[in-house]
Every structure is written in structure tokens, then in C-alpha cells.
């Protein structure tokens, strides 16, 4: 069955960077996109980005842009998300997500990764 | 960036039939946003409803349905359940880029 498997929780200080990873499974990891999207504390989705696997193209929410960074390695069909100069309203649950080629939407999800930073 | 709106809550009775909408800042949603709609409930990871407008997961209950109304994409719950009490959110792709509402509270009571 498909699976996304995300890294464990995270705890950061302010200004370092965080790397999560999620490892997908159960299909041909460069046939689907893979999108990832946070969810601060008591808060609604929110959207960051999208990586193309097969070629390792990106596309950034306006955001993020200059503070993410989302790679892929398809030998261990693993995709990345780095987020640099963290900041305390950087504190979320990070999930990644396969996204349809066509439609670009998600179908299956990751369990989430837990990100905190604090001094 | 666009903004994508949801009301932030909604009620509906045991058995009941319910509609959430989706409109975006830009104009009418249309197909070519290719709506999709997720029901989170807490402490859990979202679960995607409805794709492409209208289209249901092998896991998506019978009684939700994904359409267009006047404008906007419509979820629309039919003999709501005690379960389906959660947060809903609509997702609309824009050239690549896709954006959130803000997520609709559903309460079945």
C-alpha cells in the first residue's frame, strides 16, 4: 500500500535550519509530485511548495521563497524539505503529501512531523 | 497570492445535509482550480475527501459530494454522522501553486 513515512520530531533554536524528510513507498516514487504543507499550532493548512521527483524541479509558495528548500533523492525514494533562519512562528506539524501530475491536489499523507523552535 | 475562503463553521443535525463552499478572491472557482476538499480531525493527519471537483477516494464515504455553485466549490454532506464532526478544508491549484482555505468547523449536533 502507499505510504509516506516522515523523520521524528524536531526541536530547533532560533536561526538554525530544520531538515524532514519523507520516505514514500508502495508506488514508482517519479510517477507523482510531492507537496509539503504545515500546520501551526490551532491553525489552518498551509501550503509551502511542491517538488517533482523525476526531475527535481520545484515550485515555492511566495512566502517561503529564499527560506525552503525541497530535494529529493530517488535511489531511497526519500524527499527533503529544509527550512532555514527558523523563527518561533516556525513552529508547526509538517506534513508531506503525493500530488496528482495533473491535478497537482494530494491524495495520500504523511503522519506529520512536529517542529518546535524555542530559545 | 490569492486567498481562498471557507465559513469558519457550520451545524448540522444528526441525518441532516449540509454544504460548505469554497470561493477565491480571483473570480468564479472553476474546474480548471481542480477543488479538492480534506476533512482533518484533531490530532490526526488530513484525508483527502474529494479531488478533481467531484471525484471521491475508494475511502471516501458515499454521503459526501464535491461540486460547483454558483461560483464556488461546493462540499456538500448528505445524513451527516456523529464521525464526520471535524475541519474542513478546500484546496485550489493557481498555474501550479495551490492555496487553502481557512477551513470550515463542522459540527454534527
Known amino acids: 500500500q502507499v505510504q509516506l513515512v516522515q523523520s521524528g520530531a524536531e526541536v530547533k533554536k532560533p536561526g538554525a535550519s530544520v531538515k524532514v524528510s519523507c520516505k514514500a513507498s508502495g508506488y514508482t516514487f517519479t510517477s507523482y509530485y510531492m507537496h509539503w504543507v504545515r500546520q501551526a499550532p490551532g491553525q489552518g493548512l498551509e501550503w509551502m511548495g511542491i517538488i517533482n521527483p523525476s526531475g527535481g524541479s520545484t515550485s515555492y509558495a511566495q512566502k517561503f521563497q529564499g527560506r525552503v528548500t525541497m530535494t529529493r533523492d530517488t535511489s531511497t525514494s526519500t524527499v527533503y524539505m529544509e527550512l532555514s533562519s527558523l523563527r518561533s512562528e516556525d513552529t508547526a506539524v509538517y506534513y508531506c503529501?503525493?500530488?496528482?501530475?495533473?491535478?497537482?491536489?494530494?491524495?495520500?499523507w504523511g503522519q506529520g512531523t512536529t517542529v518546535t523552535v524555542s530559545s | 497570492q490569492a486567498v481562498v475562503t471557507q465559513e469558519p463553521s457550520l451545524t448540522v443535525s444528526p441525518g441532516g445535509t449540509v454544504t460548505l463552499t469554497c470561493g477565491s478572491s480571483t473570480g468564479a472557482v472553476t474546474s480548471g482550480h481542480y477543488p479538492y476538499w480534506f476533512q482533518q480531525k484533531p490530532g490526526q493527519a488530513p484525508r483527502t475527501l474529494i479531488y478533481d471537483t467531484s471525484n471521491k477516494h475508494s475511502w471516501t464515504p458515499a454521503r459526501f459530494s464535491g461540486s460547483l455553485l454558483g461560483g464556488k466549490a461546493a462540499l456538500t454532506l448528505s445524513g451527516a454522522q456523529p464521525e464526520d464532526e471535524a475541519e474542513y478544508y478546500c484546496l485550489l491549484s493557481y498555474s501550479g501553486a495551490s492555496t487553502f482555505g481557512g477551513g470550515t468547523k463542522l459540527t454534527v449536533l
Open positions: 503529501a503525493r500530488g496528482d501530475v495533473v491535478t497537482y491536489g494530494m491524495d495520500v
